[in-house]
């Protein structure tokens, strides 16, 4: 039996079942079609179920100790440790991306999961002055009950444990519904490492499902307290508006549209470096990726030449391959929709400078400039590799030009000068901007998260805190107060 066959399950109150649904999701691997599992969908009925028992179970992890909460994290972490060359090529397999790509992931996540280890024993609790005499303000810092997850295909294993994992040492219970084409590393993967691991039954529940089949009952649900989202503002939108009906919290990771700029006195070998990286890894499939490298035009040709050549020698192909570098698109949807958005912009005048072919799932990079300044394909996200590459007239056209979209999750930009660079991305209106480096981050303790339609809310750190927690006052009365009105 394969592990995706062994994984390919519901995952309910420690028990893993077929869903009772109608139809089955199919696990594809998207460089060569191969079937790696079928998964009866989930219902209503068994979204029900997993939350029931989620909050059955939170009540008494959130009374453990924190110290014995912790020792489970570190079980965990070791398994990943242990099994890390099985992840990686299960997520190679499941999601087509390169094993330099999977093993950053994996590295990545173990590094979140080292920090829920910590956040399990670093629970807060504050006190105030009072206005009254003789009165003690008390803060507690209290885990939310049940926290439902809902995370995207492009770094499911990483996006998943990000919010599962601080939840869950936090006190809470967890409910994830993983990606039609990431059910596997998204899902029954993490519960199968937090199973061998001693997380008790029923705090870690895994739903593989469509809202075809249960339309909007995970958010509408009146268990679940906050909702984490990561995936599309299109989703993302609905998932907000559903939510907040019912006055639950939401964390929304969304679409980008992320500018890297060059600067006239750039070290252009090296933003070379970091464009073709923040546009390519994944196949573009990043949330925080470079659509639009600006480059002042004083530096243009040089600068061009140099990233033309770079794209160039991008190999497309097998992402088992070691020295591949561009695998497969998830899905033979996003590459037909990706290969239309290229030939839409050749015919609003773009051109060019690399025209990558589409063979099946697979789609080699393309390089665009020249786009008008009113075209579309400007201001939205494009979830593959075809980079746009626009020309500006100093700083203040640069601000403008990296301004003009609606999206602000991350950027970059490169100078000489590392305060003058500081001061540029001061001026940009996202949730994330580096300078000197690439576009693409993401730490266990800094905030992550974007502006506008880039999604609400932030995570890592003390904001994972904020996200999964709820506060309580508690007011003591040493002696007596005057109730005299």
């Known amino acids: 039996m394969s592990k995706f066959t062994e994984l390919a399950h519901q995952y309910i109150g420690g028990e893993w079942r077929a869903g009772t649904g109608s139809w089955d999701i199919i696990d594809v691997n998207p460089y060569n079609g191969e079937k790696l599992a079928a998964i009866t969908v989930a219902t209503v009925t068994e979204v029900d179920e997993a939350y029931r028992v989620a909050e059955s179970a939170q009540h008494a992890w959130a009374e453990t100790s924190p110290y014995a909460r912790r020792t489970v994290f570190e079980r965990a972490l070791r398994i990943v440790e242990e099994r890390e060359p099985e992840i990686i090529d299960m997520m190679i397999d499941e999601l087509g991306g390169t094993r330099s790509k999977a093993t950053h992931e994996v590295r990545l996540a173990k590094e979140f999961m080292r920090e ?23 803060v507690q810092r209290l885990p939310v009950g049940v926290v439902a997850v809902i995370s995207p295909f492009n770094f499911p294993f990483l996006l998943t444990l990000k919010s599962a994992a601080p939840a869950l040492a936090l006190g809470n219970a967890v409910v994830i519904k993983p990606n039609q084409n990431s059910p596997v590393t998204g899902g029954g993967l993490i519960a199968k490492i937090f199973e061998d691991a001693g997380l008790p039954a029923g705090l870690l529940n895994v ?9 909007d009952a995970l958010i509408e649900h009146p268990v679940p307290k906050v909702i984490s989202f990561a995936g599309s503002d299109r989703v993302g939108r609905h998932v907000g508006s559903v939510a907040a009906r019912r006055f639950k919290r939401t964390v929304l990771e969304l679409s980008g549209n992320s500018a890297l700029v060059v600067l006239d006195d750039a070290d252009l070998d090296y933003a070379v470096d970091a464009a073709v990286f923040s546009r390519f890894v994944y196949q573009g499939q990043v949330c925080v990726a470079a ?10 040709a040089s600068f061009t030449a140099k990233f033309v050549e770079r794209v160039r020698a991008l190999k497309t192909g097998d992402p088992r391959e070691e020295d591949t570098q561009i695998g497969p698109l998830i899905n033979a949807f996003q590459a037909e929709a990706l290969t239309n958005l290229v030939d839409q912009a050749i015919e609003e005048g773009a051109t060019a400078l690399v025209r990558g072919r589409t063979r099946g799932n697979l789609v080699e990079p393309t390089v665009l400039t020249g786009l008008p300044e009113g075209s579309s394909l400007l201001r939205q996200e494009i979830f593959g590799p075809v980079v746009l590459i626009v020309p500006f007239d100093g700083e203040k056209e640069a601000v403008r030009l990296a301004n003009d979209s609606p999206y602000g999750l991350s950027g970059a930009v490169h100078s000489a000068d590392v305060e003058r660079g500081v001061r540029f991305a001061a001026r940009i209106r996202t949730g994330m901007i580096h300078v000197n480096d690439s576009t693409i981050h993401d730490e266990p303790l800094v905030p992550f998260g974007g502006e506008g339609m880039s999604g609400l809310g932030r995570l890592n750190g003390q904001a994972t805190v904020e996200a999964f927690t709820t506060q309580k006052w508690i007011s003591v009365q040493h002696g007596r107060s005057d109730f005299s009105f």
């Open 291 to 300: 659509n639009r490298i600006l480059v002042d035009r004083s530096v243009e």
């Open 116 to 138: 829920a280890a910590q956040l399990a024993v670093q629970s807060e609790g504050s006190t105030f002055p009072s206005l009254v005499p003789g009165r003690e303000n008390r």
């Open 207 to 215: 739903l593989v499902t469509d809202i075809a089949e249960i339309g």
